[in-house]
């Protein structure tokens, strides 16, 4: 049955959904002939995993699935809940299906924090339909849930709301009695703009902060955006330094540099900044960022990286934050070459899929006699005594022999390497060995 939501509770829990026509949003798996629609008007729900971003919908579609077909709705929250709570649930949930034919939907927010043994014990009775799991997660369940549970679930991907949906949620909010319709606020168009932005998609952050706005002006207001920035106060931006949020903002950063776009490498850089994510982890990414994909086509991108992370390291933050931005500035603009990376990744196949052979007899050391007579050193050339201290000779196994990793590309610093290259390989072998040392 529904749950009554009295006036005491949080706006953004009075405005809960309570059936599937009041869901905004989500129209790619709720829309009329969809499976999932249909599946829960049918009362013929499978086990679900809902994966999204918070302030989704994701309680509120658990919430609807239950009121709609009628079962059980037997919350838990994986923060504090653990095995007994579930036995519990469980036992609860095979009474009542035998007394009264009434399934029960054990629905777990935050499931990506249960660990392996406790997603364990849910198993056998997803498994024989004690219960519908209805798991809530904000991480990506491939990585933080059971590959067993996952294939007795469907995983449903929930999006973040569209300014358009909710300014619906909005509009609802202001006017109907459950909400703060009986205030009589309004909104100008500059504040619910600014509502809206920052919101992020996030339905409860937004009604959150309406509500606080309409309280604090009281009866009969029109919030303008003084008012909605002073209810927001500071931004909370969605961002989870150990989830996908986390992974997603470094991609998009490291891209925006290996294309040489200074705008999105601020912004990606700023936005993991301003989240408060540790700025000692950007910038060692930033740093692989030079060696990955710059290297020797400018020398100097690696220097600068080191350096601005010993800036961040010495000043600390929000000191710290412009060396980054000028390292990664500098990036964008430097000439760009994978050519050490992708010599470095050849080089350890070699060695993963190839024998282990002993280092060639004429490059290892010689310091005894013993040693000496084995062989050891005998033909090596000194590269000193030739001109520009080069030498033709093998370093590499036998197996490997000829092999060539590195081949720099015409940019940059590189551009030079590689002419140098060429010009011995135009000069040919070098001369006869004129001497050889141990």
Sequence with gaps: MPVDMGFDAPLAARMRPMTLDEIVGQEHVLAPGKTLRKAIEADRVPSLVLWGPPGSGKTTLARVIANTTNAEFAPVSAVSAGVADLRRIVKEAAERYTESGRRT??????????????????????????????????ENPSFEVNSALLSRSRVVVLHGLKPDDLNTIVNRALSEERGIGSLGVSLTDEARTHLLDISDGDARSMLNTLELAAETAGPGAVLDLPAIEDAAQKRWLQYDRAGDGHYDAIS????????????????WLGRMLEAGEDPLYIARRVIRMATEDIGLADPHALTLCMAAQQAVHFLGMPEGELALAEAVVYLCFAPKSNSVYKAYGAVKEDVARTRNEPVPLHIRNAPNRLMKGLGYGKGYKYAHDYEEARVEQDHLPDSLRGRKYYTPTDRGHEAKIRQRIEEWRQRGAERPNRDERD
């Design 252 to 267: 998009a950063l490291h891209k925006s540099v290996r294309d040489s776009d200074p705008d999105g490498s601020l912004y």
């Design 105 to 138: 939907i054990l629905f777990i927010d935050e499931i990506h924090r249960f660990n392996k043994s406790q997603q364990d014990a849910i198993l056998p009775h997803v498994e024989d339909g004690t219960v519908i799991l209805i798991g809530a997660t904000t």
